[in-house]
């Protein structure tokens, strides 16, 4: 792996930040995150396509860190959509 997935995510951290963007990353609670040998980092969902890989081929860990994360997004979205209608 060591593609740079990982630095990638973080330094693109930094500007969305200044833009005042939540950011939510994997948790290591993940079995997926632990046990991947393709994409992944707890920093986002990511895709490792070497040269040999088709392209678009998911590993199974890939998809499921990519719906995790889905999910974790969805999930912090609703739960502050829902503390906006309180306050109205």
Known sequence: ???G???TLLSMALP???HGMMLLGIPFTE???NE???GGTPYGATH???VAAQPGTLSADEIELAQVL???????????AAGRATRR
Request: aromatic share 0%; net charge positive.
């Open 1 to 3: 792996m060591h593609g």
């Open 5 to 7: 997935q990982a630095s």
């Open 16 to 18: 969305l930040m200044h």
């Open 31 to 33: 079995r997926a995150l």
């Open 36 to 38: 991947t040998r393709s």
């Open 48 to 50: 490792v396509a070497g």
């Open 70 to 80: 889905g999910k974790r997004v969805a999930d912090v979205a609703a739960t502050l």
